[in-house]
């Protein structure tokens, strides 16, 4: 194949069900099937489940549309760099192996590549994000930060011109912090000044289907080194104090907020590794006491709410049959 426009780069690790179905909401799209603008790229970080024979069912079907490569040791995020450097395209796409995509969206994607090939502007998807707004063109790390806040870290939304890929020194030089992509991502809109975020919904999470999501160091990985790298561009007046704040307040407000809820609510489908998780907290945004109280109400007020919600799910069938 030669003229790939865009390369689907899915890293991925034992989770073979759900990289059949990310797949088939892939190549099920015409544009995949009719022309040779893109490609799907597997890296397998050494999976001991059937990941191969998934992989090999759609290469048989799609031929050198889908390449896949096995590597001969999990070699964790560091599979990012990898997968990205096995990618064709003009365009390299990561996509996590549990993201499906909504229909035409390979579309969507490719007309973004188009319409920014001679700029060469940075892509992100923040998949209808925080807000509601339509997609912009951000022209600093700044603006961008006031537009995706904590989004950066999310793998989905992060994609490189071939071209940059290529050109970027230390790619996984964050590999450990499990943000490589969020750094590079920074490093790029700081070094261009202009991204392009795009607002609408593409993917789909199988977050629904997943057991035990989670497995990291929540509050390690969003707090402690998210900030490390974010505040090296608060010191270069690249983002602002203000900038900075305000995404930790929505940090803690809502996403954080919400993930420990759903891990105290339902503890076999949600873990997360985090010791003294409410002590950490406090260290860390100590001394706004009005945020921290903020939050706290927040939480508890939600987790009444999914308590008695949950409890709902529960006497509803007990109660249908009490009728009959």
């Keep these: 194949m030669e003229n790939i426009k865009l390369s689907i780069c899915i890293p991925t690790y034992n989770r073979a069900e759900y990289l059949d179905l990310t797949l088939e909401t892939i190549t099920c799209q015409s544009v995949f099937t009719k022309s040779n603008d893109i490609e799907i790229v597997i890296s397998d970080n050494c999976s001991s489940d059937h990941t191969e024979e998934i992989a090999r069912k759609y290469i048989k079907d799609f031929g050198n549309k889908i390449v896949y490569f096995k590597n001969e040791e999990n070699l964790a995020d560091k599979n990012f760099e990898l997968v990205l450097s096995r990618g064709r395209g003009l365009y390299l796409k990561l996509n996590n192996d549990t993201l499906t995509h909504t229909s035409n969206t390979l579309n969507c994607i490719l007309q973004d590549v188009y319409a920014n090939i001679e700029s060469r502007n940075e892509l992100f998807y923040l998949n209808q994000g925080l807000d509601k707004s339509k997609s912009i063109l951000c022209n600093n790390l700044d603006e961008f930060i006031n537009k995706a806040a904590y989004f950066g870290g999310w793998i989905g939304s992060f994609g490189i011109w071939k071209e940059d890929f290529d050109k970027m020194k230390e790619f996984s030089r964050y590999a450990k912090l499990?943000?490589?992509?969020?750094?590079?991502?920074?490093?790029?809109?700081?070094?261009?000044?202009?991204?392009?975020?795009n607002n609408e919904m593409i993917f789909l999470s199988q977050d629904s289907k997943i057991k035990h999501k989670g497995g990291y160091d929540l509050i390690t990985i969003f707090l402690d080194n998210h900030s490390f790298i974010l505040n090296e561009y608060v010191e270069k007046n690249q983002i602002s104090t203000t900038?900075?704040?305000?995404?930790?307040?929505?940090?803690?407000?809502?996403?954080?907020r919400k993930y420990l809820v759903m891990a105290a609510v339902d503890p076999d489908k949600y873990r997360f590794k985090s010791n003294s998780p409410f002590s950490r907290i406090i260290k860390f945004y100590n001394p706004r006491y009005l945020l921290l109280f903020r939050f706290f109400t927040l939480y508890y007020t939600y987790l009444i709410f999914s308590y008695l919600k949950k409890a709902g799910k529960w006497i509803l069938p007990i109660k249908k049959k009490v009728i009959k």
């Design 178 to 197: 499990l943000l490589t992509q969020t750094d590079v991502l920074y490093r790029l809109i700081s070094n261009k000044g202009r991204i392009y975020v």
């Design 243 to 256: 900038t900075y704040k305000k995404l930790t307040s929505k940090l803690l407000l809502i996403f954080l």
